[in-house]
């Protein structure tokens, strides 16, 4: 056998070594018996120093024309494993994304903070700052400033919650939001764009439309110039804002003791889009909440000159519009901290 | 108030559609609350009961033998037992629908035929009445359709919504004025002939008025002959439309002509009344009167009274006549009262005594004082068409009545407050058919009105605008939008509010919202320490009498709850007010507004992770959390206050077992709660650059034994202030207690990264580091090195 066969025998033998591999680590094992310097075709570069020059240079190119062939499978084997045990590795892997139990973590705000946020984004957009104050008040800023002198009759409008004091019916819990206007205005004066949110009490017996307590929203405009004309459009563009384009507002005649003219302000059903049904009765109208141009004496009140300068206030109730949105039916759900209920919105 | 159309059409000729009439009646400020005609009431006849006869096999119903107008007897199942024989009854024909929708047929009930059904007032929306059937007035004849019998074929009945400003509204020809100068046709009042006869009024009467301030006017007639009986059917049927329930003759008419004209006034047996003499005072301390209704009450000196000749009260001005000269079946002369009280009085009065009545309810408004002798004339033309004769004249006293007053209506003004551009003449055509007078020569830019004696609220310009807006008509004013020279915006405070909001929803948190009403034991049950928190005077009921003074109590009954309604382990917050005593000096409660973390099913830790989240994320960097033993409602040995620089904002921990117990909570609760305000007025938010080093850190972990009397906190403070400015990161990673470590002790195991913002620290820099935090937790601290 010429040295040339046995090289080419050696080479076979090697690749059959390296194609009978299993694993990465056999073919690892293997590479010092193919390649090492006491394997086969590492002896041949010995043997090659017996032969003339022509054979020698023959016989060397036919060695590294194997070897190279050795290496390539060696290098084919290499890749052909490594693929099978990364296919190994991720079958091993597998994962059914539906049977795997989570547990979501998803916090809530509650459906009032929900629709204050949004109601105080829209008057922001619309150039309004935002005004709080406290929710006990005296009688002066509940009322009296506000144009409701104590014999008033039109204090039964609101049946209102007085705190124990110990100084007679002085301290209520605000009625309306109503006091903060009176704030704004004596520390600021105008011009005036606010808007003033906040949670209110009356003395009312707890039903499906009722609470003791509720949040109210409340805007206040002052400034030379201001019409009637100016509330309508202003609750009109507040309207489109809030509610959509579809859906707008309109003005009839009420009283309050704090406004003049006073209006009531209706908004187009937003349930049957002013067709008509159940919730509006019909009149394709909702009573949204009240307005008017500021009394005359609310600004003397506040040492605001009405001939100088004119306003309007509206006013409407925050819960009303989140239960409208979200369908719900009974006010008295929002405040029972149900998580069955809070953990829907 | 309830309207009748045809009511409305004796003062004006009022038609059009009934929607429509009902959309301009709402559009002029009086809002339609129901419409109702009375068309459905095809197939429903009056019946004569001829028998009532017990049903053979059922209790509950009998069976009545009705003529329905072909004078045979006709058997009817009927279930109410208010009537007797001889009675008129409305009857329900068969194949005749009922309002509810409900066909009337021929049907067996408990084995007996019912040919029809016999219906209640309120089954055939004549009234609020269903206890029984309704008995219809005599005089009908059986046969007729009952919408013919009582005239009712084109009425429409609306209920109207009237605001406190508009007294004269709470009448007929009130509503009748504004609607008629709407529609733009004529409005009138007639003026009743009341035939006279016999002596003269002052013969057999007279008034005296020694309280004038309080009795504006006191008009008075004599009737004589006078029969209590019933009244006419047609004033019977709008009395019921109008809700208010026939009684006889002499207080029908009282009432139909309070309904008509808004003036109420009262009736004495003049036999009952002393020299027919009648004295208007106030009432004194210790005076006593019985009432129409029977009730002994208490007078004052702020209460108006009517006196008889010996100074004896014998009823409450405004508000309630007395028992004692009170009309019965046998009286035949009637002294009839028609007065003007003033406003304020009737109020005060009203409410002290918790008497409203539809006469105090129109004086309290203001009723009109020029109208009070048409009003007696009006009484005594009802009344002589039954029968009754009337006395020459009227007694008419005075005391002081309001004026009308005179108001310049500036044009100018009214265009700037309306956005309109309205002429002097078309302000005069809106204001002069509503009452207002115009007063002759005054300038044509700025006319005088006189106001109607009806409007006693409208007194000033901005009162005579409104008057001419809604007239005019809010939808004809062109709407604007004024511009906001503000930019509009939230404040610092405002915005963090919301943050805190934001970053405790994405922490998962449910924001709870209890009403911030406790009851009476709730804050010593939660083992809060308020000495007297605040209370309201007039609670709707006494678990919701007291003012929060934390937002523990509110929260737990939230958490309580859900557990009971097996939702255990819910974590909630809340940012809200909690009220305390008023400060010195002060008269309303101090306010804070508080934010609360409440983890049911997690113990103190818990807590504490969401303050130092709620640190991080507002970057405050004099947030510091000490330990302290029975903090009010907390458990007394897993609590601790958190402070930002030198004030204290709140508390964190568990809530104490013993509270959860009282609660019937099942599980822990770790509880947070800040005072936000003081939290947020402290220094933080600057989130200031540091800048982030290009050079290498190294990690050095240290782990001291320190004295359990030592707080973490307390070794985490030497740290940083050894280990100087290379110290870029502190973490406590490990707490061990057990084998190796002395009792009293344990072991606290810090991670330290060490950086400088300018070079490589070398392992000398790093080594001195290390040695100057050993030294100082062994110098500062009673603690060493772990071995
Ligand atoms: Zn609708």
Known sequence: MTLTDEITRAGETAVAIIRGASSLEELKAAEPTIFGKKSALGSFKRSLGGLDPDERRDVGRHLNTVRAEVGDALEERRRELAAEERRRLLEAERLDLTEVPTSPRLGHAHLVSQAQERLEDVFVGMGFTVAEGPEAETDWYNFEALNIPRWHPARSMWDTLYLDLGDGDNVVLRTHTSPVQIRVMQNQGPPIYSVMPGRVYRRDTADASHMPVFHQIEGLVVDRGITFGDLAGTLDAFTSAYFGESISSRLRPSYFPFTEPSAEFDITCVICGGGGCQTCQRTGWIELGGCGMVHPNVLRNVDIDPEEFSGFAFGFGIDRLALMRHGVEDLRQMFTNDVRFLSQF | MKVLLTWLREFAPIEGDPTELGEAMSSLGMAVESMETFDFMDGLVVARVLDLRSHPSADRIQLVDVDAGDGEPLQICCGAFNMAVGDLVPLATLGSTMPNGMEIARRRMRGEWSNGMLCSAAEIGLGSDAAGIMVLPEGLTPGTPVAEALGLADEVLWDLEINPNRPDAMSVIGVARDLAAHLGVPFSVPRWVVPETGESVSEVASVEISAPELCGRFVARVLRDVTVGSSPTWMQTRLSLCGMRPINSVVDVSNYVMLELGIPNHTYDLNRVPGGHLGVRWAREGERIVTLDGVERDLGPTDGVIVDADDTPIGIAGVMGGASTEIGPGTTDVLLEAAWWNQRAIAETSARLGLRSEASARFERGADWAINDLATDRFCHLMSEMGATVTRGHIDVFGVIPERPRVTVRVNR?????????????????????????????????????????????????????????????????????????????????????????????????????????????????????????????????????????????????????????????????????????????????????????????????????????????????????????????????????????????????????????????????????DLGAFLRSEHGAHRYRPVSVYPSSDIDLAFVVPDDRQASEVEEVLRDAAGPELARLVLFDVYRGEGVEPGSRSLAYSLRLQAPDRTLTDEDVALIRARCIEAVEDRLEGHLRH
């Open chain 2, 414 to 674: 009214v265009n700037a407050m309306l956005g309109t551009t309205l002429d002097g003449e078309r302000i005069r055509g809106l204001l002069e058919p509503i009452g207002f007078e115009f007063e002759p020569g005054s300038p044509a830019d700025a006319p005088v009105v006189v106001v109607p004696s009806f409007r006693p609220d409208t007194t000033t310009e901005i009162d005579v605008i409104e008057e001419i807006a809604r007239h005019h008509g809010y939808d004809r004013i062109e709407t604007t939008v004024p511009r906001s020279p503000v930019a509009g915006h939230l404040t610092g405070y405002q915005q963090d509010r919301r943050r805190a909001r934001r970053l405790l929803v994405g922490a998962g948190l449910i924001e709870a919202m209890p009403l911030p009403f406790l009851a009476p034991g709730d804050v010593t049950r939660a083992g809060l320490r308020v000495e007297s928190p605040v209370t309201l005077a007039n609670p709707l009921a006494a678990e919701e009498s007291v003012l929060r003074p934390s937002l523990l109590p509110g929260i737990l009954n939230a958490i309580a709850y859900n557990e009971s309604h097996r939702n255990p382990s819910v974590e909630f917050f809340e940012i809200g007010t909690v009220f305390s005593a008023p400060a010195p000096g002060e008269i309303v409660p101090t306010e804070n507004e508080h934010l609360a973390v409440a983890l049911a099913g997690r113990e103190a830790p818990g807590a504490k992770e969401y303050w130092d989240l709620l640190v991080a994320a507002f970057d405050a960097p004099g947030a510091t959390l000490r330990n302290q033993d029975d903090l009010p409602g907390l458990h007394p040995t897993r609590g601790g206050v958190v402070s930002v620089g030198d004030s204290t904002v709140g508390v964190v921990g568990e809530v104490d077992p013993g509270v959860l117990e009282a609660w019937g909570i099942p599980e822990r609760v770790a509880w947070l709660e800040i």
